[in-house]
């Protein structure tokens, strides 16, 4: 039995919290022909005193004797999306990894300091890493659909963690999952295409909804854009909206704007340390650090 | 003057012109800015004096003999020589043996009186294409000499002589396997002038001991390839393969999946010291130790047609041969699965095995069955194993423990020991080659176009 399948029923079938609806929705396109910092889509920043969903204490990360991430430590809440910006090689994506454990698969790569999803150490032996992964799923940069048919990219991992019981119950998760990925309307006529027969920003979202179909508690993802167009890139923000409510989400970005348009939380990086992390409106209008300035300013990066 | 002294003699020219190229360019050096380095000089002038007289002499040395043969026949020596074609090229052939001094005397009278002739034809013919190459050495070295000048782009001259050089070298690989391909066919035509191709082809009985005197007993032999070729595919495509593909593919996962770096760098090697041993030893080891305990095997089973020279021995080895270029065929296929893809597994919560089994295998498996193929067209074409393990008998049986024969057999068989070279029985020995070629050459073209198809898909 899985930890997360007493969710199944309830998560599954619940609507967005209500914050969620009531936030003004701004369609990604007309935001992205603003030429500044558009900071409006966080206006109705959610304001909840639950425990965040994932905790991330004095985390560091070595890759061999070189040190990637200093004493990382921060909150991810699970409805909000917390977006994670600095100049490339400065850890985002390593921290992201350290989430779910995928640091496990670079044998060079030492990982010290504590995370929790739930409060639960997810480093203990007590946590199953494959029953992790299944709860804090990931998309990554490069869309990376499997060289399967759309359907069994997306029954891909209901089937490996037994989630349906009947192929019928298997077909209504991958139309469930398709259809909260935004992808249903314009694939369902050919579930039995290949995956990787699909544009770029359809593998993308057929990523997603390979995510989703596990219905796992967080969702991270790793410059989900930087490898699609700007149309493409719309769908995927006008998605990480609708999601939101519904799972946490991290996502890395080296884009500004996109930060500021999809998150509620930011975190800026920079050589391996966390800088400076707080509400997006604040971080992109009033920051306290000079690095942040710097950074949100195009002084670098 | 033999052609060996023109040899010497045109590399000797080479070597003077290339010289003077280089010291004439270098002294006019001194005085102005050359375009091309006095070595590149040099060695212009070198490969003109010595590449045109060196084509000219390979093209001399196979017409020269034939020159000389007729040259001596038209000689009076020659002309007092019988007409009939077959003694008269006996007489010839002890005459050339006497003038080349590998025997003293010969058979036939005349052919002593012949001797001297062709000698002094040899070496008139000799000297006259070996005058001509070294003429031409001279006279193209001269041309390219007074080519050294400041401006002149040896450099590019150079660039084009070795551009032919190359292009001729990979054409001596080409155009040889068009005549292997063309003797082949040549040989098997005049097989299928004996022996009908329908019958060679669809024919299920192969004995081709043909008797010395047409009223002896199976005076006409039966050339049916069918029972070799089940018996090639037997050994080669199905015992080989039960064996090879799985625990090929097994260690290739395992080396490129599961082994840390350290126990992999020890383990490939080893795997490869298996592809190194001589064909010759695993068929020895097939022949006495595997045989008899598979022999031994299939009676206590209660096979009692079990053989000592059984289908499965020598399967079995070969399969044992096979694996390293599976599992390194396999090792290659699986490393070009991208990363990405297995990560994309893994973040779904997919274990290891998971990963492998639903997205790495399938993902690599057009790789894996072009090396299969490959593998395959390999282990049919292979020779000593199945000579010294498989038998002669030429059953049509799927029974693992009996003796069946292969093609490659059969032809070692048909071609060993004093033949005649029209019978049907030596020439069936080519017409078994060219199904043979024909066969692996198919496997091959799907094998490279699979192994083709599969790599664009990840570019
Ligand atoms: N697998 C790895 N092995 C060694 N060093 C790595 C590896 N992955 C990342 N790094 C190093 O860790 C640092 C942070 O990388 P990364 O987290 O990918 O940065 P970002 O995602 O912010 O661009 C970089 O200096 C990078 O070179
Ligand atoms: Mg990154």
Known sequence: ?301 | MSLTLALAAILAVAAVVGWHGFSRAARLRTATRLHSLPSYHGAYAALWAAIPALLLLAAWSPMQSRLVDRAVLSSPEGRSLPAFDMQRESILSEAREIAYGQREQGFNPESSTLAPRIRAEESRFALMGGAAAILLALLAGAFALRRTKPEFRARRGVERWLMILLLAASLIAILTTLGILLSLMFESLRFFNLYPVGSFLFGTEWSPQTAIRADQAGSSGAFGSIPLLWGTFFIGAIIAMIVAVPLGLMSAIFLTQYAHPRVRSWLKPILEILAGVPTVVYGYFAALTVAPVVRDFGLAIGVSSASSESALAAGLVMGIMIIPFISSMADDSIAAVPQAMRDGSLAMGATKSETIRKVVLPAALPGVIGGVLLAVSRAIGETMIVVMAAGLAANLTANPFASVTTVTTQIVQLLTGDQEFDSAKTLAAFALGLALFLITLVLNLIALHVVRKYQEQYE
């Open chain 1, 1 to 301: 039995m899985l930890p997360h399948e007493e969710h199944e029923g309830s998560r599954l079938d619940t609507p967005a919290p209500e914050e969620a609806e009531q936030e003004p929705r701004i369609p990604a396109q007309v935001q992205g022909m603003h030429s500044g910092l558009d900071v409006n889509a966080t206006a109705s920043e959610p304001d909840t005193n639950r425990a965040p969903k994932m905790s991330a204490r004095e985390v560091s990360v070595f890759y061999g004797d070189k040190q990637a991430l200093k004493n990382v430590s921060i909150n991810i809440h699970d409805d909000r999306v917390t977006a994670f910006i600095g100049p490339s090689g400065c850890g985002k994506s390593t921290f992201l990894r350290c989430l779910n454990r995928m640091n496990d698969t670079i044998p060079s790569a030492r990982v010290t300091g504590q995370i929790e999803l739930d409060n639960e150490d997810i480093n203990s032996t007590a946590m199953d890493v494959v029953q992790l992964r299944a709860r804090v799923g990931m998309v990554f940069q490069k869309p990376n659909p499997f060289p399967k048919s759309i359907f069994e990219n997306v029954a891909y991992g209901p089937r490996i963690h037994g989630l349906a019981q009947s192929k019928p119950d298997l077909e209504q998760i991958v139309e469930k999952s398709l259809k909260r990925a935004g992808l249903w309307e314009e694939v369902k006529d050919r579930l039995q295409e290949s995956g990787t027969a699909l544009s770029g920003g359809q593998q993308q979202r057929l990523c997603i909804a390979r995510a989703i179909a596990v219905d796992p508690e967080v969702i991270l993802m790793d410059e989900p854009c930087s490898a699609l167009d700007p149309i493409a890139t719309a769908k995927i923000e006008e998605l990480i909206h609708e999601l939101r409510g519904r799972y946490a989400i991290a996502i890395v970005t080296h884009n500004m704007q996109q930060a500021a348009r999809v998150s509620q939380r930011t975190a800026f990086f920079h050589l391996g340390e966390m800088v400076e992390y707080g509400k997006t409106s604040e971080i992109f209008t009033n920051p306290h650090e000079r690095r942040t300035q710097d950074y949100i300013t195009g002084r670098y990066g």
